[in-house]
Structure formats: structure tokens, C-alpha cells
């Protein structure tokens, strides 16, 4: 009998324990203190010194956590500054998300550095932490400006970071009085077109490095007349347009290899300096013409054309169509004299204008006659206009900036022309 009832004990507080630890089959686990975890993805970026680096931070409610937690960062580089958004999150069992973005300036200086973030909160405190690479200023890896502007009569490519010209350098190149455009390819090289000596040039980096060049003056095959307008696309094909041959021409590489022309159809003839190309994502090709047309074909047959335009001022009318571009949402961009246009599609729907003509040189809202237009990773518009560069965040022209002026200094532009912009 007391060994009958010894045995019921035990068993008893074996029940007992069984239950506060919360073990078995399907049960939850009730122990512990309310607590939260902090976590930062990616676990490494990398940024050009003077650019922005984003990472999510994700905060983790345990036990019923529900207090609020402040966010901090530690480890930063010189010269860099961090914002969280939110700076406090109140985390869920599921995780609550804040954005930390780090801003570093073209003095931040290069290499690796780790951040630690801190969530603090109800008397507890974690931490987490991610590596931030910091290239050289233009590099991001590649040896590239931000921003590279074909400076015509100038006789050179000049290429800076920003806004304010920082980290301005130049190329010439013996012999070349003119350079029409200029343009990238996914490696990095840049190409230009040389107007008078009828060839492109691709370099390696600003430096001139890597030079290759192909074309000759003439009118057949790998050869051009007064070649203003380039392009490369996602393949690294290479769009010319032949302006004094009245044709675009596309070529695979540098060696002139799978060399095409087109030079219009029974409805559309290629013609004059305005003939700016440009080729979207899908591979659909966009140019401008000497006829106020905007043009848009599928491939380099003509398939699939589509005029848009006459001559005016009015919704769907063009006076002078010197540059193309299209955004991430397929809306097509114009640079049209004194004003840049946007429509939605081929059709005009959704046609926007901004800008009119200036007297006096460059005024908020007002240009002299627009070259090039080009975009960004945050869709900001960027345009030539004669001796300046402007970018503005959207078409209502909110967050006018200019750089530039006449002359041929630094930070100067004998007459900005081409544009190419890193995104």
C-alpha cells in the first residue's frame, strides 16, 4: 500500500512538471519573459561614395512583447549619416519592418565597414548587425560617373556625380572637334559617336583607356556621314543613328559584325539631326525624325510602326524632337525645343508638357532648346539644355536644379548635347 501511493506521488509531480515545461505533442510553450529580436537584410550592401544604401530592419515580438522599440546605428563611415523609418517600431509576433538608409558623401572614404543596429525597448536591448561596402566615388565597381553629358562644341565627354559637379573629369580625344552623343553598355564602357570623322568610339573608362573605334566616311556598309546618335542596348548591340545617310544603323559589336540599316518605309522616311534612337526594355526601337515625327518600331524591319506627331505645339504635335526615353512604367519622354513632353503609350493618351521658352538664359521652368533626356533609378528627369544640365523629380517640375554654364572650364558646357545617366 505505501508503495502503491509512493508511486501515485511521483506520478503526480511528474504530471506537475510535465505541464510547467509545457512539453508533449501539440503544446505551447508558456515560459519565459516578453522579449523581441531584431534583424537587418541584406546582410551586405555595397554603395558609391556620395549615394544612398538601403537596408529593411525587422523587429520580432516573443511572449507577448508589446512595447515599444527604438531604433539606432552605430559603425557608420566617415562623413555618412543613417535615418530609420520609423525611428520606433511597437514589433507583432510577425515582425514589424523599419527602413534604414544610409547616406555617404563623395568624401566617405572607401572600403568596409560594419553597422550595428540596436533596438531598445522595455528595459531590453538587441542588437544585429550588416556590412556596408563604400566604393570609390564614380566607381560603384565599374569606373563610371553618375552622369556623363556629351559636350559638343566643347570636343569632349565630361562626367561628374551629381548635381553639383562633384567629381568632375573630362575626356578628349586627339583630332575630334565634336562629340554628338554619348551612351553605356551593361559593362561600363562608354561610346561616343565623332560627327566629323564619321565613326564611333567605345573607351574602356573616362580616362580613354581601351580605345576602339569603327567606321569610316561613305555611304555603304560600316560606313557613315555625319553619325550623331548612339545607343546600346541590354544585348550590347549597338544603334548609330547615320544622319547624313538618312538611316539608322545597328551593328552586334565593335567589329561592325551583323551590321543592318533602316532607313524608313513607304509611310515614314529617316531623315535629319533630330533622329534621336532610343530602345526600350522589350526591345521595341523609338526615334525621332527631321519631320516632327516621334516613331516607334519592333525591330529593325520596321515591323510593327507607329507614327506619332506633326509639326505644332498642341497635345500630340512636336517642333522639335531631339530626345527619347521611357520610364519603368513604358511612358515615353520627349525632349521637344523649349519643353519636354510625356505621353502613356503611341497614342498620345495622357500627354503632359512641361516648360516654355526662355529669353535669358535658364530660368525655373523655362528652357533655350532641350538636347537629351534621360532618367534615373528614382525616375528624376534629367535634360540638356544648352550650356546646362536640369533635372527635375517629376513633370509639375518640382525640385528644379540646374548645373553647368557656358564656357569651357569645369563645370562649363560649350553646348551640352548628349546624356547618359547611371539607373
Known amino acids: 500500500m505505501q508503495r502503491t501511493s509512493l508511486i501515485w506521488k511521483v506520478s503526480m509531480v511528474l504530471a506537475l512538471v510535465w505541464s510547467i515545461v509545457g512539453c508533449g505533442s501539440g503544446s505551447t510553450k508558456t515560459g519565459g519573459a516578453p522579449a523581441f529580436t531584431v534583424h537587418v537584410a541584406p546582410g551586405s550592401n555595397a554603395v558609391t561614395a556620395g549615394q544612398s544604401s538601403v537596408y529593411t530592419v525587422t523587429v520580432n515580438a516573443e511572449n507577448g512583447f508589446s512595447t515599444p522599440v527604438d531604433l539606432a546605428v552605430s559603425g557608420l563611415p566617415n562623413g555618412a549619416t543613417a535615418a530609420f523609418s520609423p525611428a520606433s517600431v511597437t514589433p507583432t509576433a510577425q515582425g514589424v519592418t523599419s527602413s534604414l538608409t544610409v547616406h555617404t558623401t563623395v568624401g566617405t572614404p ?4 560594419t553597422l550595428a543596429v540596436t533596438g531598445t525597448g522595455g528595459g531590453k536591448t538587441n542588437h544585429a548587425s550588416a556590412t556596408l561596402v563604400v566604393n570609390a566615388s564614380g566607381s560603384g565597381g565599374d569606373g563610371l560617373p553618375n552622369i556623363l553629358v556629351a559636350d559638343a562644341s566643347n570636343g569632349r565627354i565630361a562626367g561628374f556625380e551629381d548635381m553639383t ?26 561610346y561616343m559617336t565623332d560627327r566629323d570623322g564619321s565613326r564611333i568610339i567605345r573607351v574602356d573608362h573616362l580616362d580613354g583607356s581601351g580605345q576602339v573605334t569603327f567606321g569610316s566616311p561613305g555611304s555603304g556598309v560600316n560606313q557613315f556621314s555625319g553619325v550623331q546618335h548612339i545607343f546600346v542596348d541590354g544585348l550590347g548591340r549597338i544603334y548609330i543613328g547615320d544622319d547624313g545617310n538618312n538611316r539608322i544603323v545597328r551593328i552586334d559589336d565593335m567589329t561592325g559584325a551583323g551590321w543592318v540599316a533602316f532607313n524608313g518605309s513607304s509611310t515614314i522616311h529617316v531623315s535629319g539631326v533630330a533622329s534621336d534612337i532610343f530602345v526600350a526594355g522589350n526591345g521595341q526601337i523609338y526615334f525621332a525624325d527631321g519631320f516632327h515625327h516621334l516613331v516607334r518600331m519592333n525591330d529593325m524591319t520596321g515591323a510593327g510602326l507607329v507614327i506619332l506627331g506633326s509639326n505644332g505645339t498642341g497635345v500630340g504635335h512636336f517642333n522639335d524632337p531631339t530626345g527619347i526615353c521611357t520610364d519603368s512604367s513604358g511612358r515615353i519622354y520627349v525632349a521637344d525645343g523649349d519643353r519636354i513632353a510625356r505621353m502613356d503609350d ?58 553647368g554654364s557656358f564656357g569651357d572650364a569645369v563645370g562649363q558646357f560649350g553646348f551640352a548635347f548628349g546624356l547618359a545617366v547611371k539607373h
Not at 568632375?168 to 564602357?189: C, E, H, M, N
Not at 537629351?372 to 517640375?397: C, E
Open 346 to 403: 503611341m497614342t498620345g493618351a495622357g500627354w503632359v508638357t512641361y516648360g516654355v521658352h526662355a529669353e535669358n538664359g535658364p530660368e525655373v521652368g523655362k528652357f533655350s532648346i532641350t538636347g537629351a533626356i534621360a532618367l534615373d533609378a528614382q525616375n528624376r528627369i534629367y535634360i540638356t539644355d544648352a550650356g546646362h544640365l536640369v533635372r527635375i523629380d517629376d513633370m509639375t517640375g518640382a525640385g528644379w536644379t540646374t548645373f
Open 165 to 190: 559637379g562633384a567629381g568632375w573629369k573630362t575626356l578628349t580625344i586627339p583630332g575630334i572637334l565634336y562629340f554628338g552623343d554619348v551612351a553605356v553598355d551593361s559593362q561600363g564602357r562608354i
Open 110 to 113: 572607401v572600403g568596409t565597414v
